[in-house]
């Protein structure tokens, strides 16, 4: 059974940080992971990406600020947040898929090309 588990939000000042991480279990090999976040009222957003291979992609409003980055041999994937402004507040959700995900055009063609989901994690950058 497929199953993907998200940990590490939390509420912090802008300009903090905060680490995520979500755990891949049931999946078979080479799969690539990624990280959305909804806010109240707006649809799901990619934010970045990581293949098995270490590829990685973001959206333009995170890049320079965000860094995801994976560890195989765990089957988890990690999301640093830093810099972070109170318009990165939402839920973020861990995604996998078997398709090449980690670029910015995959990331662009939104959720639906993602087929497994974690409960999601809130995240609340206060001003």
């Known amino acids: 059974q497929v199953r993907l588990v998200e940990s590490g939000g939390g509420s912090v000042q802008a300009g903090g940080s905060l680490r995520l991480s979500c755990a891949a279990s049931g999946f078979g090999s080479s799969f690539c992971m990624g990280w959305f976040r909804q806010a109240p009222g707006k649809t799901r957003e990619g934010v970045a990406a990581?293949?098995?291979?270490?590829?990685?992609a973001y959206a333009d409003s995170v890049k320079g600020r965000f860094t995801i980055s994976r560890d195989n041999a765990k089957n988890t994937e990690y999301l640093q947040l830093n810099s972070l402004e109170p318009e990165d507040t939402g839920m973020y959700y861990c995604?996998?898929?078997?398709?090449?995900?980690?670029?910015?055009?995959?990331?662009?063609?939104?959720?639906?090309?993602?087929?497994?989901w974690g409960q999601g994690t809130q995240v609340t950058v206060a001003s």
């Open positions: 990581v293949d098995s291979d270490g590829s990685t």
């Open positions: 995604a996998a898929t078997y398709a090449l995900c980690a670029s910015t055009d995959y990331l662009q063609r939104g959720a639906g090309e993602f087929h497994y």
